[in-house]
């Protein structure tokens, strides 16, 4: 635990170095604060903070630049943040005009939280059992082709196609769609239930196909992530590469978005993320509800000198907007 004169210090290092990228010395510590100490003291302050792992120095005449540990510490004693009232706004109108299905809505929520806070977003759309079927209907697109189209209670609209060897008539699909509805609807679809026999064997064959196709699908929450060109510009291109590459494997960025949460997280920094690639970076999460039930998870990549107040009040509010706004269709 630091006390209160070197938590001041350390504060004024993380937000200058924030804002200028520069290390700082004990002449800009000096500028943004009053804590009525003398520049030797804040000097001597500064040595015990670099001595207790909380900064480093990258020369010997340079300022200091926060460590990892210092920028935890500097989290863990923000209050919640707040969002300033145009940002807030511009939140509420961007829901109150969005519409449209699901999937378009989570791709223009990344693409709104990277635009406001300069840094790559990552939304994660509900897991699909974690919804419940809505609807289900076949389409007839040819003789032996169909379409699956699938409500979830989320919003989600699933659509596949089926191709069948049997020639269907309007009353073979009515008496299809009969049975698959009473089998799905109201269950999610790792859950739907086997239907019972129709007495009409292409209708059988036809309903077996849609459910298998239907509940063979990944139940992991699709990702959508904005702000591409934000991602960190760290170290090494090759790490910059290796993040590119993560960020297009959907399975690890929800487990690890996932884990960050499970640990009891809203913010993991450097190697707190468990992935070597992102050891130069930061991830500020939150997730969302939908209807009451568990839904996805809204996340934030960039540097560990990222603004993280902001990061935070961005993250909070965008992640209860985006619950109510899918809580009331």
Do not use: W
Not at 21 to 33: K, L, W
Not at 180 to 187: C, F, H, N, Q
Not at 189 to 211: C, K, M, Y
Not at 290 to 297: I, L, V
């Amino acid at each position: 635990m630091l006390d209160d004169r070197k938590m001041a210090i350390l504060r004024a290092v993380v937000e200058t170095y924030i804002e200028t990228a520069e290390p700082v010395g004990s002449s800009a510590v000096t500028a943004v604060t009053d804590l009525g100490v003398s520049s030797a003291t804040i000097r001597n302050e500064l040595v015990q903070l670099d001595q207790q792992g909380y900064l480093s120095q990258p020369h010997t005449s340079a300022g200091r630049v926060p460590t990892d540990k210092a920028y935890r510490a500097f989290v863990d004693e923000l209050d919640e943040p707040g969002l300033g009232l145009s940002e807030s706004q511009r939140v509420k109108d961007f829901f109150d005009h969005t519409h449209g299905e699901i999937e378009e809505m989570l791709e223009r929520t990344s693409d709104l939280l990277s635009e406001m806070t300069g840094v790559t977003s990552v939304v994660v759309a509900p897991d699909r059992d974690q919804s419940t079927v809505r609807s289900v209907q076949l389409v007839q697109l040819a003789p032996q082709v169909l379409l699956a189209v699938t409500v979830l209670s989320d919003g989600t609209v699933e659509k596949s196609s089926i191709e069948t060897v049997d020639h269907i008539d309007e009353v073979v699909l009515a008496m299809a769609n009969g049975h698959l509805s009473a089998a799905m609807v109201g269950r999610s679809l790792t859950e739907a239930a086997a239907p019972q026999p129709s007495g009409n064997a292409i209708a059988d064959r036809l309903v077996d196909s849609a459910r298998a196709v239907l509940t063979s699908q990944d139940v992991a929450g699709d990702i959508y992530v904005g702000g591409l060109s934000s991602v960190p510009a760290i170290g090494a291109v090759e790490t910059m590469q290796e993040v590119l590459l993560l960020l297009e494997k959907q399975l690890v960025v929800v487990s690890l978005l996932r884990d960050v949460i499970g640990r009891g997280m809203s913010v993991a920094i450097g190697n707190e993320t468990g992935v070597d690639p992102l050891a130069e970076c930061s991830l500020v999460v939150a997730p969302y509800s939908s209807e009451g039930n568990k839904g996805g998870t809204i996340g934030l990549l960039g540097p560990t000198r990222m603004d993280y107040p902001h990061a935070m009040a961005a993250v909070a509010v965008v992640s209860q907007s985006l619950g109510k706004r899918l809580s009331e269709g």
